[in-house]
């Protein structure tokens, strides 16, 4: 069959058959060209006209800009039809069609692309229409519009050429808008346009209406390879080779008097998702009148009152388009003497806010199924639900007037403004002595820093990635961050930043956007949704559960169907436990013990006991310890009732409880200089130790279950403390399920060595307390000797959770917390790694290690129970991998648990 170039309106069923679905007859004459056609096959009103496809654009682009062989033939059958239906012909002169010609691509790309209106206009058609219409200005407003957008669009002549004899024109008259212009006026303009066209061209404006068609056509063709076009598309991620259509659409006229109109009106309104219309029009006006706030335009419900029939007619036809298409509808209207025309409809962008709303209550109507309503709801706009947000606008107005301080890696979303503060102290003391909101920059942060991390609204820091103290601690509190922002230079003793030559200094204010991982001069406001207010977000997410938990979602590693993921918190403390469990979290995937070790009373035991000579004195001060990881673990049990809760073990080094090795020196070296000899001894002593503490690489060093096995006497007191709890909790009615978990495992003769030590104590205490219950033991896998070796490692552990932030760290071999700063971001910049693998799983690399291991693992032990904890556990695309590896859940941040739940919807149903 010969190729097919050109649809008419209601040739959609031919494009369908052609085409195989609506996604392609999308594809095949675009957008708005695809719905102006449905409209017609709806029987909604739309001015009569034919859509050129996009392939007819990609023929035309590729063959050096000439039309594919016949399609200017199908063009000219398309006229006549149109001629036919409109009972009007092109280039009449008593009785002329007028036509536009509008490009439109498979993806919206708002004013990308260009549009000629009044095709069809001249010298005699013009007089014709003046006898047709009694009104002149109206028409010479036409044909000078056309000899405008003809000269620029078609032409290239700049649109100032245009512009200019307009101004002088009201300068001269006095007019203050353009509805004083009177028929003289216009027509002497058009003249002037004619003129202004054949001096910038060096030819006359075409009177030939074929002739205006094809120049028209052409450059709509052309525009898609305009600088705007492929900058976009760029942008926005749209494929170049898509093409654009071309519609050609009978031209109807808003301003053909007060019977007249035009408008743009949502089905819904667009910010809050309200089931209201929502939208301008203007009587005696054109489109773009409305578009371009030249006149102040009317609220569309007005129109019930100055033209209650049509309005009766638009609202049917809303409604009808929004059931149709199960969407809301973002529509443009035209009414010409009482009649209403419909000139495009599409799927309305919106607010996340809206979007969650629109969502749940069209599923609610019956317009679309739960599923759908979940797959409608990016785990983005989730995010944006719940963490304080800028205003778009304000900081698109920031970026142009070059309000961006610096950028980073934008850790933790979320709104921030404060005044800055380059310490802890500072930024505790100024935020509740002051009360004053404060943004804390320090260059990267430590776990004794935490205080004033916790009190601030937003942090920054110059060093460290997505994974890095700050990152990980900010977005476990929720607190805006940003790391990594290297161009900062922070002179923490000037008490100051720079970046980019500009200074901030203590005490001044910046707008940190966690979201973007911009920061911003000044101040911006903030809006602040809560997720109790969110009821909306609570059912779409209650969907999500259900679909998730649903059973053969996916297939298991023994081939059965499974259900999908759970959605597990990691939390420290039991008010994080108690968000999390608000928040819908199924389990604590992680407990950090050793972050309770920094509280103020505890340190110094801790550092006594780090400090100590022999195992006698190091147990004593352990001793005074358990009482208070009891007491943490017993409120974590109890904030948990019934679901599990799995403790990780002391993991980090050391040293990290002690002060730095560098500050020691310097202190000890001023007091021998001053000759100060109070305390200089047990300084020195203190330096020794610390010392003798320090190692090289420290990551790799002396932690996690290495620690363990060399010092044992501390996780046997923990794993005391945690059964002790559990006994506790379970005596006073509640349901414990504690699960010890061992970090840092690399080799199954290091679980061996330590749990079954451990396990003796878990049934001491239950003996001790006549108390029994259910428990686990298990490890952490972060280093990928033991995802090679899980059919071993499972031999002893009865559950794995990946580590993923240490393992894709030992799986590179790039540090954590300096790859970001150092080699990383540039990395991606370069197109060296196509992501940051801190933050998304590494596919590849990563992701078949974590595969083997859940797989061989299983094998060896059916029943292990397989999750994730590192801080990809909150990352949506990280959530589909896990989705396929077959892992039982994912542990993330209390604050992502809501954006998890909805991503392993998403996973479910293969979105
Ligand atoms: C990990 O390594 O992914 C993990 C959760 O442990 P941490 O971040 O405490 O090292
Ligand atoms: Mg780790």
Same mark, same amino acid.
């Given at each position: 069959?010969?190729?097919?170039?050109?649809?008419?309106?209601?040739?959609?069923?031919?494009?369908?058959?052609?085409?195989?679905?609506?996604?392609?007859?999308?594809?095949?004459?675009?957008?708005?060209?695809?719905?102006?056609?449905?409209?017609?096959?709806?029987?909604?009103?739309?001015?009569?006209?034919?859509?050129?496809?996009?392939?007819?654009?990609?023929?035309?682009?590729?063959?050096?800009?000439?039309?594919?062989?016949?399609?200017?033939?199908?063009?000219?059958?398309?006229?006549?039809?149109?001629?036919?239906?409109?009972?009007?012909?092109?280039?009449?002169?008593?009785?002329?069609?007028?036509?536009?010609?509008?490009?439109?691509?498979?993806?919206?790309?708002?004013?990308?692309?260009?549009?000629?209106?009044?095709?069809?206009?001249?010298?005699?058609?013009?007089?014709?229409?003046?006898?047709?219409?009694?009104?002149?200005?109206?028409?010479?407003?036409?044909?000078?519009?056309?000899?405008?957008?003809?000269?620029?669009?078609?032409?290239?002549? !700049?649109?100032?050429?245009?512009?200019?004899?307009?101004?002088?024109?009201?300068?001269?008259?006095?007019?203050?808008?353009?509805?004083?212009?009177?028929?003289?006026?216009?027509?002497?303009?058009?003249?002037?346009?004619?003129?202004?066209?054949?001096?910038?061209?060096?030819?006359?404006?075409?009177?030939?209406?074929?002739?205006?068609?094809?120049?028209?056509?052409?450059?709509?063709?052309?525009?898609?390879?305009?600088?705007?076009?492929?900058?976009?598309?760029?942008?926005?991620?749209?494929?170049?080779?898509?093409?654009?259509?071309?519609?050609?659409?009978?031209?109807?006229?808003?301003?053909?008097?007060?019977?007249?109109?035009?408008?743009?009106?949502?089905?819904?309104?667009?910010?809050?998702?309200?089931?209201?219309?929502?939208?301008?029009?203007?009587?005696?006006?054109?489109?773009?009148?409305?578009?371009?706030?030249?006149?102040?335009?009317?609220?569309?419900?007005?129109?019930?009152?100055?033209?209650?029939?049509?309005?009766?007619?638009?609202?049917?036809?809303?409604?009808?388009?929004?059931?149709?298409?199960?969407?809301?509808?973002?529509?443009?209207?035209?009414?010409?003497?009482?009649?209403?025309?419909?000139?495009?409809?599409?799927?309305?962008?919106?607010?996340?806010?809206?979007?969650?709303?629109?969502?749940?209550?069209?599923?609610?109507?019956?317009?679309?199924?739960?599923?759908?309503?979940?797959?409608?709801?990016?785990?983005?706009?989730?995010?944006?639900?719940?963490?304080?947000?800028?205003?778009?606008?304000?900081?698109?107005?920031?970026?142009?007037?070059?309000?961006?301080?610096?950028?980073?890696?934008?850790?933790?979303?979320?709104?921030?403004?404060?005044?800055?503060?380059?310490?802890?102290?500072?930024?505790?003391?100024?935020?509740?002595?002051?009360?004053?909101?404060?943004?804390?920059?320090?260059?990267?942060?430590?776990?004794?820093?935490?205080?004033?991390?916790?009190?601030?609204?937003?942090?920054?820091?110059?060093?460290?990635?997505?994974?890095?103290?700050?990152?990980?601690?900010?977005?476990?509190?929720?607190?805006?961050?940003?790391?990594?922002?290297?161009?900062?230079?922070?002179?923490?003793?000037?008490?100051?930043?720079?970046?980019?030559?500009?200074?901030?200094?203590?005490?001044?204010?910046?707008?940190?956007?966690?979201?973007?991982?911009?920061?911003?001069?000044?101040?911006?406001?903030?809006?602040?949704?809560?997720?109790?207010?969110?009821?909306?977000?609570?059912?779409?997410?209650?969907?999500?559960?259900?679909?998730?938990?649903?059973?053969?979602?996916?297939?298991? !590693?023994?081939?059965?169907?499974?259900?999908?993921?759970?959605?597990?918190?990691?939390?420290?403390?039991?008010?994080?436990?108690?968000?999390?469990?608000?928040?819908?979290?199924?389990?604590?995937?992680?407990?950090?013990?050793?972050?309770?070790?920094?509280?103020?009373?505890?340190? !110094?035991?801790?550092?006594?006991?780090?400090?100590?000579?022999?195992?006698?004195?190091?147990?004593?001060?352990?001793?005074?310890?358990? !009482?208070?990881?009891?007491?943490?673990?017993?409120?974590?049990?109890?904030?948990?009732?019934?679901?599990?809760?799995?403790?990780?073990?002391?993991?980090?080094?050391?040293?990290?409880?002690?002060?730095?090795?560098?500050?020691?020196?310097?202190?000890?070296?001023?007091?021998?200089?001053?000759?100060?000899?109070?305390?200089?001894?047990?300084?020195?002593?203190?330096?020794?130790?610390?010392?003798?503490?320090?190692?090289?690489?420290?990551?790799?060093?002396?932690?996690?279950?290495?620690?363990?096995?060399?010092?044992?006497?501390?996780?046997?007191?923990?794993?005391?403390?945690?059964?002790?709890?559990?006994?506790?909790?379970?005596?006073?009615?509640?349901?414990?399920?504690?699960?010890?978990?061992?970090?840092?495992?690399?080799?199954?003769?290091?679980?061996?060595?330590?749990?079954?030590?451990?396990?003796?104590?878990?049934?001491?205490?239950?003996?001790?307390?006549?108390?029994?219950?259910?428990?686990?033991?298990?490890?952490?896998?972060?280093?990928?000797?033991?995802?090679?070796?899980?059919?071993?490692?499972?031999?002893?552990?009865?559950?794995?959770?990946?580590?993923?932030?240490?393992?894709?760290?030992?799986?590179?071999?790039?540090?954590?917390?300096?790859?970001?700063?150092?080699?990383?971001?540039?990395?991606?910049?370069?197109?060296?790694?196509?992501?940051?693998?801190?933050?998304?799983?590494?596919?590849?690399?990563?992701?078949?290690?974590?595969?083997?291991?859940?797989?061989?693992?299983?094998?060896?032990?059916?029943?292990?129970?397989?999750?994730?904890?590192?801080?990809?556990?909150?990352?949506?695309?990280?959530?589909?991998?896990?989705?396929?590896?077959?892992?039982?859940?994912?542990?993330?941040?209390?604050?992502?648990?809501?954006?998890?739940?909805?991503?392993?919807?998403?996973?479910?149903?293969?979105?």
């Amino acid at each position: 069959m010969a190729e097919k170039w050109v649809y008419l309106f209601d040739e959609v069923d031919q494009a369908e058959k052609k085409a195989g679905s609506w996604e392609e007859v999308r594809a095949l004459l675009g957008g708005k060209g695809a719905n102006l056609a449905e409209m017609t096959r709806l029987g909604v009103p739309v001015p009569p006209g034919f859509t050129v496809t996009t392939e007819t654009c990609n023929a035309y682009l590729s063959a050096d800009e000439t039309f594919p062989e016949g399609m200017w033939d199908e063009v000219l059958e398309g006229m006549k039809d149109v001629e036919k239906k409109t009972s009007k012909t092109f280039g009449d002169v008593k009785n002329p069609l007028l036509v536009s010609c509008r490009s439109g691509a498979k993806f919206s790309m708002p004013g990308m692309m260009d549009t000629v209106l009044n095709i069809g206009l001249n010298d005699e058609t013009a007089a014709g229409m003046i006898e047709l219409t009694g009104d002149a200005a109206f028409v010479y407003d036409a044909y000078r519009r056309l000899v405008h957008l003809y000269g620029s669009v078609v032409m290239d002549v !700049p649109d100032e050429a245009f512009e200019e004899p307009l101004d002088l024109l009201k300068e001269e008259k006095g007019y203050e808008s353009d509805t004083e212009i009177t028929a003289d006026d216009w027509k002497a303009l058009t003249e002037t346009y004619q003129k202004v066209f054949k001096k910038n061209t060096g030819k006359d404006f075409p009177q030939e209406p074929i002739e205006q068609l094809k120049g028209a056509v052409e450059a709509v063709f052309r525009s898609w390879n305009g600088k705007r076009a492929i900058d976009y598309r760029n942008a926005a991620k749209i494929s170049h080779d898509l093409g654009t259509g071309v519609n050609v659409v009978t031209m109807v006229f808003g301003n053909m008097g007060d019977d007249s109109g035009t408008g743009v009106a949502f089905t819904r309104d667009p910010a809050t998702g309200e089931h209201v219309i929502y939208g301008d029009y203007l009587l005696n006006a054109q489109g773009e009148d409305v578009v371009a706030g030249i006149r102040n335009t009317k609220n569309i419900m007005e129109l019930g009152q100055e033209m209650p029939e049509t309005y009766k007619t638009f609202i049917e036809i809303s409604e009808k388009l929004e059931k149709h298409y199960r969407e809301m509808q973002d529509v443009e209207f035209t009414i010409e003497h009482s009649k209403l025309w419909m000139l495009q409809t599409r799927d309305g962008k919106r607010t996340a806010k809206a979007a969650m709303k629109i969502a749940v209550d069209m599923a609610h109507e019956g317009l679309i199924t739960k599923e759908e309503a979940v797959k409608r709801v990016s785990p983005d706009q989730v995010d944006a639900l719940l963490h304080p947000q800028f205003d778009y606008e304000a900081q698109e107005v920031a970026r142009g007037e070059g309000k961006v301080f610096a950028s980073g890696v934008n850790a933790s979303p979320g709104a921030a403004v404060g005044q800055v503060y380059f310490d802890a102290d500072t930024a505790e003391a100024k935020a509740k002595e002051d009360g004053q909101d404060v943004i804390m920059v320090r260059p990267f942060t430590k776990p004794d820093d935490v205080h004033g991390m916790l009190a601030s609204q937003g942090i920054l820091t110059s060093e460290g990635g997505a994974t890095s103290h700050a990152a990980v601690v900010a977005r476990q509190f929720g607190i805006p961050c940003i790391v990594g922002a290297g161009e900062v230079k922070i002179d923490l003793a000037g008490r100051k930043m720079t970046a980019n030559g500009i200074v901030v200094s203590e005490g001044d204010w910046v707008s940190v956007d966690g979201t973007t991982g911009e920061v911003f001069l000044g101040k911006f406001p903030t809006t602040t949704p809560s997720f109790e207010e969110q009821t909306e977000l609570a059912e779409l997410l209650s969907w999500a559960d259900d679909i998730a938990g649903r059973d053969g979602v996916r297939t298991g !590693p023994d081939g059965f169907p499974t259900k999908g993921l759970q959605v597990w918190a990691n939390a420290d403390y039991p008010a994080d436990a108690e968000r999390a469990r608000q928040y819908g979290a199924k389990g604590i995937g992680l407990c950090r013990t050793e972050h309770m070790f920094f509280e103020q009373e505890r340190l !110094p035991i801790v550092q006594h006991m780090i400090l100590s000579d022999s195992s006698e004195e190091r147990t004593k001060a352990l001793d005074k310890l358990l !009482p208070f990881q009891r007491s943490d673990f017993e409120g974590l049990f109890a904030a948990m009732d019934g679901l599990p809760v799995i403790v990780r073990l002391i993991d980090p080094p050391l040293h990290e409880f002690l002060p730095s090795m560098e500050e020691l020196i310097a202190e000890v070296a001023t007091m021998k200089a001053k000759g100060e000899t109070d305390g200089l001894a047990e300084k020195e002593e203190l330096l020794g130790k610390v010392q003798s503490l320090h190692e090289s690489n420290p990551m790799m060093g002396l932690r996690g279950v290495r620690l363990s096995i060399v010092m044992p006497e501390i996780v046997e007191m923990q794993v005391r403390a945690i059964f002790e709890a559990a006994a506790d909790v379970k005596l006073s009615g509640k349901e414990p399920h504690p699960e010890v978990m061992i970090p840092l495992t690399g080799h199954i003769n290091e679980l061996t060595a330590i749990q079954p030590r451990l396990e003796e104590i878990a049934n001491e205490v239950m003996e001790e307390k006549k108390v029994e219950f259910v428990y686990k033991f298990g490890t952490m896998i972060e280093i990928p000797r033991a995802a090679l070796t899980s059919a071993e490692i499972a031999t002893v552990a009865e559950f794995f959770s990946f580590g993923t932030n240490d393992l894709t760290q030992m799986t590179f071999g790039y540090s954590r917390d300096d790859a970001e700063r150092n080699f990383l971001l540039e990395y991606i910049e370069q197109g060296i790694l196509p992501g940051n693998p801190f933050q998304s799983i590494d596919e590849d690399g990563v992701g078949r290690l974590m595969e083997l291991c859940t797989l061989e693992g299983r094998e060896e032990r059916p029943s292990l129970e397989v999750g994730i904890c590192g801080e990809h556990g909150g990352d949506p695309a990280s959530i589909q991998l896990c989705h396929k590896y077959g892992l039982n859940y994912v542990s993330c941040s209390p604050f992502r648990v809501p954006i998890a739940r909805l991503a392993v919807a998403h996973a479910a149903l293969g979105v």
